[in-house]
């Protein structure tokens, strides 16, 4: 599975973004696809995760509230809805696909390049 990412950018605290997360290659076998995202000088961390067939989603306790995850099966994307933005959202985010439900990104498989996301105070 192929994974491209976009949508990032600079925003003012308070403000929103939406991430999305196009797939393609062999996704028949995918079973959750998630977000994560890394702060400089910080590991990775998960964000959100949605079972791909069927869209019951789950969330870092962090984010819960504030982000939405869903998914378009017929454009084979998932989205990542940030509102309420902090500046201590700021990190290059990550989409990621996994063939189990888990929130530890050594289960995620097939990895999307990151993209941006700055939350100026």
């Known amino acids: 599975v192929q994974l491209q990412a976009s949508g990032g950018g600079l925003v003012q605290a308070g403000g929103s973004l939406r991430l999305s997360c196009v797939a393609s290659g062999r996704i028949s076998n995918t079973y959750v696809m998630g977000w994560f995202r890394q702060a400089p000088g910080k590991e990775r961390e998960f964000v959100a995760a949605?079972?791909?067939?069927?869209?019951?989603?789950y969330y870092a306790d962090s984010v819960q509230g504030r982000f939405t995850i869903s998914r378009d099966i017929a454009r084979n994307t998932v989205y990542l809805q940030m509102n309420s933005l902090k500046p201590e959202d700021t990190a290059d985010y990550y989409c990621?696909?996994?063939?189990?439900?888990?929130?530890?990104?050594?289960?995620?498989?097939?990895w999307g390049q990151g993209t941006q996301v700055t939350v100026s105070s």
């Open positions: 990621a696909t996994s063939g189990i439900v888990s929130r530890n990104l050594r289960d995620f498989d097939s």
């Open positions: 949605i079972f791909w067939r069927g869209g019951r989603a």
